[in-house]
């Protein structure tokens, strides 16, 4: 049985990543946790959810999980470390005895509370009382509402978190009325105030990104890189002994830990960690995305072996949000790399055989389980690998950038 499971970010007031909500489906024809939580979801939780492994994913970060009534009933929430699940409390469940017992007694255990999506409907002081977060949908709440909310949550000491903030001006007006956690890709739009040119550090990190994703790439470009950057050899180091690689012994040479990456591997950790040195003044969470697109488009390209090179799949993910990195325009940034013609028409909105890729890792991370199918079916990708290639992903952006 496989679990899918997808991941969303949420970011606290200074834009640093707080924690991740997790969206579950077991298989592409079932919703979790929409299935008979009586009969199956304890099954699904503790062995492919916990096989696939909760750090894998979240990277150490607090996990928000959904829970059915069926799962609170069954104290599922159990399943999970108190220290990093927070317990998401669904809209349409009520405040039963059962209920209110349950979520006091996960509290006393350590587990954080939050409730989902919230609406003003009796009996929801029970609720509130037992809860430490308010999760308030920003775009369908009426304005005049969300003032009298987050003075009405705050006496009562709780946190709130603004979920569905998909623009930046929704961010702004979200902090402005003291939301403390804020859900949605307003983090991944450009803000482009007024027209500026990259820095000259910026252009060359940029230009050596470029240059590293060739196929015929210089690898004495990469060792200069070593050489001029203490921080990127001591990040190697600490990479090339992460979880991730799982090696029995310590490695501490830089010339040991490129021999043990090969090529095409180093070539890949040069391209995130100069990404990361060009996006140090912006949220950690878009180099973590653009690791995650990278690393699972070139999966994906190798898994059902694409007519496109898969290192031209990881360089398209790579650059996805380069244009909120550096808050100019796709198009300009374009004008200015020496990539490909095939990976600036697909940053640009133009459609190529790069495009099914990203639009995959899109329609995953969005839970539009139906278009990830579809672009499966497409790509003659078995469907029932997605959830693997993806945790992989995830778990290699975490190493990079913990």
Excluded at 49 to 76: C, D, S, W
Excluded at 323 to 342: F, N, V
Aim: hydrophobic share 40%; net charge neutral.
């Amino acid at each position: 049985m496989k679990l899918y499971v997808a991941r969303q970010p949420i970011l606290d007031r200074k834009k640093n990543l707080y924690a991740y909500e997790l969206l579950f489906r077991e298989g592409l024809n079932n919703y979790f946790p929409v299935i008979d939580g009586d009969e199956a979801t304890s099954r699904v939780l503790s062995g492919s959810f916990f096989t696939m492994g909760l750090e894998k994913i979240t990277g150490k970060k607090l996990a928000f999980i959904n829970f059915t009534k069926n799962l609170l009933y069954q104290e599922t929430p159990l399943l999970f470390p108190p220290k990093t699940t927070v317990i998401e409390v669904l809209e349409h469940i009520s405040p039963e005895p059962v209920i209110l017992e349950r979520l006091k007694r996960f509290s006393q255990k350590g587990y954080t509370i939050a409730l989902d999506d919230f609406k003003v409907r009796p009996g929801m002081k029970e609720l509130i009382d037992v809860s430490d977060i308010v999760k308030i949908d920003f775009r369908s709440t009426p304005p005049q509402m969300l003032e009298p909310l987050v003075v009405y949550m705050k006496k009562r000491n709780l946190h709130l978190l603004a979920e569905k903030v998909e623009t930046l001006e929704e961010f702004q007006n979200a902090l402005n009325l003291g939301f403390d956690y804020f859900q949605g890709y307003f983090f991944c739009k450009p803000e482009i105030l007024m027209a500026k040119d990259v820095s000259s550090t910026n252009m060359n990190l940029l230009t050596i990104l470029a240059e590293v994703n060739k196929s015929d790439f210089d690898f004495g470009k990469i060792e200069t890189v070593f050489v001029q950057d203490v921080s990127i050899s001591y990040k190697l180091l600490r990479y090339i002994n992460s979880a991730f690689f799982k090696i029995s012994r310590e490695i501490t040479s830089i010339k040991e830990a490129a021999l043990y990456l090969g090529q095409d591997e180093l070539r890949r950790f040069v391209s995130l960690i100069a990404m990361s040195k060009i996006a140090r003044n912006k949220p950690d969470e878009l180099v973590r995305q653009a690791c995650v697109k990278a690393r699972f488009c070139e999966a994906v390209g190798e898994k059902c072996r694409a007519t496109v090179n898969p290192g031209e799949l990881f360089t398209a993910g790579l650059f996805s949000n380069i244009d909120a990195i550096l808050d100019q325009p796709m198009a300009e940034i374009m004008r200015k790399l020496p990539l490909s013609r095939r990976i600036k028409e697909t940053l640009t909105g133009n459609k190529t055989e790069l495009s099914i890729y990203l639009d995959l890792i899109y329609c995953y991370e969005n839970v539009d389980w139906g278009r990830v199918r579809q672009f499966a079916k497409t790509l003659a990708l078995p469907e029932d690998e997605i959830p693997a290639i993806y945790a992989q992903a995830c778990e290699s952006a975490n190493c990079l950038t913990e």
